[in-house]
Nanobody, 123 residues
Framework: VQLVESGGGSVQTGGSLRLSCAAS????????LGWFRQAPGKEREAVAL????????YYLDSAKGRFTISRDNAQSAMYLQILALTPDDTGVYFC??????????????????WGQGTQVTVS
């Protein structure tokens, strides 16, 4: 399984970005898919999750109303749309996939597969 992020970059406050994650997941399996963020000097945290079976979603409080997580039906890609970016959104964003049945799966150890990360810088 490989996960590859793209779409990061440098944007001004108030701008928007759409992060993509190309995934080689088995479309017949059920996954919890997530976007995690690691801000400078901070631990990695889950900002948005989606459960592949029923598309239920979870958002970090600071992400609610601005972040939207989605995936395609073939589980070959997942996305994170971010609106109204602020400097607090700065960090490396990682996509992740795991087979845990726990919900919401907000912890790193619950994910087996990780992308390499994409940098988002908001100034």
């Amino acid at each position: 399984v490989q996960l590859v992020e793209s779409g990061g970059g440098s944007v001004q406050t108030g701008g928007s970005l759409r992060l993509s994650c190309a995934a080689s997941l088995n479309p017949g399996d059920t996954y919890c898919l997530g976007w995690f963020r690691q801000a400078p000097g901070k631990e990695r945290e889950a900002v948005a999750l989606i459960y592949s079976e029923d598309r239920r979603s979870y958002y970090l409080d600071s992400a609610k109303g601005r972040f939207t997580i989605s995936r395609d039906n073939a589980q070959s890609a997942m996305y994170l749309q971010i609106l109204a970016l602020t400097p607090d959104d700065t960090g490396v964003y990682f996509c992740a996939a795991g087979t845990t049945r726990q919900w919401p799966a907000r912890y790193e150890y619950q994910y087996k597969y990780w992308g390499q990360g994409t940098q988002v810088t908001v100034s």
